[in-house]
């Protein structure tokens, strides 16, 4: 059932939809089958085209802009550039921990300074403090203009793995 009621969607969608929606539903798919194909490590970072890299002990992660992380300003809504900030400091922070060792986030503020707009955004993350039982990172989002959209400090509480 669930089977034919997603294809029937995704026909109606297809047929009656604007030229928006028709992109949206594509970048959906795109980003479930690159879940799927172990390609990305989580639906969120499949659902938005994340790529992420840690290098000179820094963890950056990129999206591009689309229509799904809009909001009805077509600029980026607050909690996608919030997501971005805890993905990439919390990637900083799994890359520097021993593999028996995992953490969650336990505090983030963020000052937001300017719209997401254009066509990707950049998040930098960077350590602050690496304790025994919590790190501290910093993390900055800009535009592909270079324009810093938002910086964030989270403070993560470092676990066992199971």
């Known amino acids: 059932m669930l089977k ?3 294809m029937q969607l995704t026909e109606e969608i297809i047929s009656t939809g604007t030229e928006e929606d028709q992109v949206v ?19 969120i970072g499949a659902l938005l085209h994340a790529d992420g890299e840690y ?19 077509h600029i980026v809504h607050g909690g996608i550039t919030a997501t971005l900030l805890d993905s990439a400091m919390g990637g900083l922070v799994h890359h520097i921990l021993p593999p028996d060792k995992a953490a969650v986030t336990t505090e983030i503020k963020i000052n937001y300074v300017a719209p997401g707009i254009g066509k990707e955004l950049t998040c ?39």
């Open 4 to 6: 034919e009621e997603i």
């Open 25 to 43: 539903l594509d970048l959906l798919l795109k980003g479930l089958k690159q879940k799927q194909h172990f390609d990305k490590g989580s639906y």
């Open 55 to 73: 290098k000179d002990q820094e963890f950056t992660i990129t999206i591009p802009n689309t229509p799904i992380i809009q909001n009805a300003l």
């Open 124 to 162: 930098k993350a960077s350590l602050i403090h690496k304790g025994n039982k919590t790190v501290v990172t910093e993390g900055k989002v800009y535009r592909d203009d270079g324009t810093l959209i938002a910086h964030s400090t989270a403070s993560f509480f470092i676990i066992n793995r199971k």
